[in-house]
């Protein structure tokens, strides 16, 4: 499941914000929903982390959704 997720924030996240420079730091399961899931985004282009969702049906990408500014994730430096 983890490439699936990780493949569809990382083109999601570079059509978003428009750089090939892109880091998925983190990706965990929202417990409310078992088919939605959340990424850590840093791109280059922009200041600070930046989130979206994933969301998946039967392991293929159904949806993905910007959540704007995303919350730092713990121990992890900005990359740029």
């Given at each position: 499941?983890?490439p699936i997720?990780?493949?569809?924030?990382?083109?999601g996240?570079?059509a978003?914000?428009q750089t090939?420079e892109v880091?998925?730091a983190i990706?965990?399961?929202?417990n409310?929903?078992?088919?939605?899931?959340?990424?850590?985004?840093?791109?280059?282009?922009?200041?600070?982390?930046?989130a979206a969702?994933?969301?998946?049906e039967?392991?293929?990408?159904?949806?993905?959704n910007?959540l704007?500014?995303g919350i730092?994730?713990?121990?992890?430096?900005w990359p740029?």
């Amino acid at each position: 499941m983890t490439p699936i997720l990780h493949d569809s924030a990382l083109a999601g996240a570079k059509a978003t914000y428009q750089t090939d420079e892109v880091v998925i730091a983190i990706i965990q399961e929202e417990n409310d929903e078992t088919d939605r899931y959340l990424a850590l985004i840093a791109a280059a282009n922009q200041s600070s982390w930046q989130a979206a969702e994933v969301w998946l049906e039967d392991g293929a990408e159904v949806a993905i959704n910007d959540l704007w500014e995303g919350i730092p994730p713990d121990g992890v430096a900005w990359p740029w």
